[in-house]
């Protein structure tokens, strides 16, 4: 296929995705108010000019997601992975859930667990349904629908979005150029359902790859999405991430994507000494998450009501946290940032 036709599909491909994220939270926002009339989520409406204004950074997000392919960042075929068989399996799904997460929001339940669930041993900051999810990160359907609803979210930009780490953490690995490729150990912290180790493993197909989670149930989904593979097997841990298992100064490259806004403050300075401390001098640390009231006045709605609308206990916090300040308290140095459409990048470096 030629390029011209290769981008027109990816692009087509991205919109057919998008249309169908605004469907759904159309047509479940229109559900929810016709059985439950009374349940008013507190968001305030966004004018036109705003999602003008969203459309466009979606734009440019697709338009550097295509040039990093064509730079050989990674390959193009990443651009249209997609998890067709969980679409079509547990969308249905989202669908039969939708009652029990109305349900939690009228009686302003949020830390909602079924009694079969283990929730002995975690923080208790993790213990809630965040996203309004049912038994938050703990269930083997939670992490079944969890990359469904996030795409949602995002309208299909989910992983063009992880995907900004790729070019920071290529970079971020030359330093250790004389280090044979098979031996570059990189940590990915909170890697959910294992979708950002993915697709590192296709810009790195040598690296040593590491997951730490501390859901059990998405890392389950993260080792049957891995194993699909037929490639090394990144080795995933249950761990905490304020307590990483492993030694000082042990990783190449540390990554952490879409974790600190789910973090209190406190235990985000925890992480981030935790990731100062397991990678090696020289690294780099990237973080990818939300982006903050400082990036873009002019999504200060939209980053308002984000919290309203999904249950995001540490949001708030989150939006106005200086992270630079953090990264710089626990050591980092030559602190790069980066704005994605609804993403931020803070690209970290140990000092060598
Ligand atoms: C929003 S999800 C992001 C998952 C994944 N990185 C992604 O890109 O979709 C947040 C993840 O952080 C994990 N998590 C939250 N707090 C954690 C902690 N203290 N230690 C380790 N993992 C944690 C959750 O289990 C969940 O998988």
Not at 233 to 255: K, M
Not at 330 to 352: C, L, R, T, W
């Amino acid at each position: 296929m030629s390029d011209t036709l290769t981008k027109l599909t990816y692009q087509t491909f991205q919109q057919g995705k998008n249309y169908f994220g605004l469907a759904h939270k159309t047509l479940s926002s229109q559900l929810r108010k016709l059985v439950h009339p009374t349940l008013e989520q507190q968001v305030k409406p966004i004018p036109n000019e705003v999602l003008l204004k969203l459309q466009e950074k979606l734009n440019q997000l697709l338009e550097t997601d295509w040039q990093d392919a064509e730079k050989g960042v990674y390959p193009k075929s990443l651009l249209f992975d997609n998890p067709w068989e969980d679409f079509f399996r547990y969308y249905p799904v989202t669908w039969l859930d939708l009652p029990q997460i109305w349900e939690r929001m009228k009686q302003n339940n949020n830390q909602d667990f079924s009694p079969e669930i283990e929730t002995d041993g975690y923080p208790s900051y993790y213990m809630q349904n965040f996203h309004h999810q049912s038994n938050g990160y703990l269930s083997e359907m939670s992490a079944n629908l969890y990359d469904l609803q996030v795409e949602i979210l995002f309208g299909g930009s989910t992983d063009a979005m992880r995907r900004r780490i790729l070019a920071p953490l290529k970079s971020g690995l030359e330093i250790f150029g004389n280090v044979p490729p098979r031996n570059v150990r990189i940590l990915d912290v909170a890697c959910g359902t294992g979708r950002t180790l993915k697709l590192m493993r296709a810009a790195l197909p040598q690296a040593s790859l590491f997951g730490a989670d501390l859901s059990p149930a998405y890392l389950r989904k993260a080792n049957e999405l891995l194993s699909q593979n037929p490639v090394e097997l990144p080795q995933l841990l249950q761990a905490n991430a304020e307590e990483l298992p492993y030694l000082d100064d042990y990783f190449h490259a540390v990554t952490s994507v879409f974790l600190f806004h789910e973090l209190p403050a406190t235990a985000r300075q925890a992480v981030i000494e935790q990731c100062f401390r397991v990678t090696k001098p020289g690294g780099v640390f990237i973080i990818c998450d939300s982006i903050q009231k400082s990036d873009s006045p002019e999504m200060e709605l939209m980053i308002d009501n984000f919290p309203e609308t999904f249950h995001e206990p540490y949001y708030k916090h989150y939006a106005t946290d200086d992270l630079v300040e953090r990264l710089e308290k626990a050591g980092f140095e030559n602190i790069d940032i980066q704005v994605h459409f609804m993403s931020k990048y803070f690209i970290a470096h140990k000092p060598a």
